[in-house]
């Protein structure tokens, strides 16, 4: 695992680094590779250290997911504001009362896999919204970057949830404008 850290470190660097020097190819080959690496060192930590969390997180951040692809099919409300965000809350919230019949959780116990599940779904959306805003693939492929620079290093995280959440208005929740 330890070369696969390294290799990872070594790629993101130089996709961080020289990220406008390189060619759009290179960008596209270096994301793939280092998005590989990563995917083969969290699943490494996750079957070593909490198995069985591990995978009940990643089911319900995966039907977060889904919630929001199918609320992408429905054409009455426009995908913006915290709409999607409440859909994929329930879609986790639905998913974790079978789930936790599936891995033998305590009701309580349950609550601490949700909550990682919404903020990982939170900031899926969030990054979303800002890809949405960018239509260019050097900018998606730099956002993706940016979410695996965020996974290993949690402040940054933090601080781009700050961030990305300035233009997105909780408030429009408890005061609804008129309908479209």
Same mark, same amino acid.
């Given at each position: 695992m330890i070369p696969c850290v390294l290799?990872?470190?070594?790629?993101?660097?130089?996709?961080?680094?020289? &990220?406008?020097?390189?060619i759009t190819q290179a960008r596209i080959i270096l994301l793939v590779l280092f998005s590989a690496l990563m995917s083969f060192i969290i699943g490494e930590i996750v079957v070593t250290f909490c198995y069985d969390d591990g995978l009940l997180i990643m089911n319900m951040v995966g039907f977060g997911i889904l919630a929001f692809y199918c609320y992408t099919l429905q054409h009455k409300f426009e995908f913006s504001g915290p709409s999607p965000w409440f859909f994929s809350m329930a879609a986790i919230c639905l998913s974790s009362t079978w789930l936790r019949m599936i891995f033998k959780v305590d009701p309580l116990?349950?609550?601490?896999?949700?909550?990682?599940?919404?903020?990982?779904?939170? &900031?899926?959306?969030?990054?979303?919204? &800002?890809?949405?805003?960018? &239509?260019?693939?050097?900018?998606?492929?730099?956002a993706n970057a940016c979410l695996y620079i965020d996974v290993m290093y949690p402040m940054r995280c933090l601080h781009n949830l700050c961030e990305l959440s300035d233009n997105l208005n909780l408030l429009d929740v408890l005061y609804p404008g008129p309908p479209n």
């Open positions: 290799g990872a470190i070594l790629i993101i660097w130089q996709l961080w680094a020289f &990220y406008f020097q390189l116990e349950i609550l601490l896999p949700i909550g990682l599940s919404g903020m990982i779904c939170t &900031y899926v959306l969030l990054d979303l919204y &800002y890809i949405m805003g960018n &239509y260019s693939a050097d900018d998606v492929i730099l």
